[in-house]
């Protein structure tokens, strides 16, 4: 899992915040979003398992949904950057953001050592 492709994900679920909201889509392009993040997500999961980043057992559903939850706190993170620089294609903020999200998914938040 690569902070870059979660960056790219922040990018878009700020720009999509309300139909991202939405697990069940509303119109066909939310559909076509949530197929692509979906099948980008699942890639992701699956590749960082064969990786061993991730446990063998771990459940990918699981794993995705706890993604999707990051990605939302960090969008929704109080004191975060909302201005244009958060929007910024090349945003040191959002590609800070996204390296926090795969570090706590793959690591928690606890002592590393």
């Known amino acids: 899992m690569r902070p870059t492709s979660s960056a790219k994900v922040l990018r878009v679920k700020n720009t999509w915040c309300f ?21 980008h997500s699942v890639s992701l999961v699956n590749r960082a398992q064969r990786e061993g980043l991730l446990a063998p057992d771990v459940d990918p559903e699981w794993t995705r949904q706890a993604y999707y939850a990051l990605l939302g706190e960090a969008i929704n993170r109080s004191g975060a950057e909302q ?22 998914l793959l690591h928690g938040t606890g002592p590393r050592g």
């Open 19 to 39: 139909t991202l909201g939405h697990a069940t889509a509303h119109t066909p392009a939310a559909a076509a979003l949530w197929d692509e993040i979906n099948t």
């Open 83 to 104: 201005g244009p620089a958060a929007q910024d294609p090349d945003g040191q903020d959002l590609d800070a953001l996204a390296t926090l999200v795969i570090d706590t």
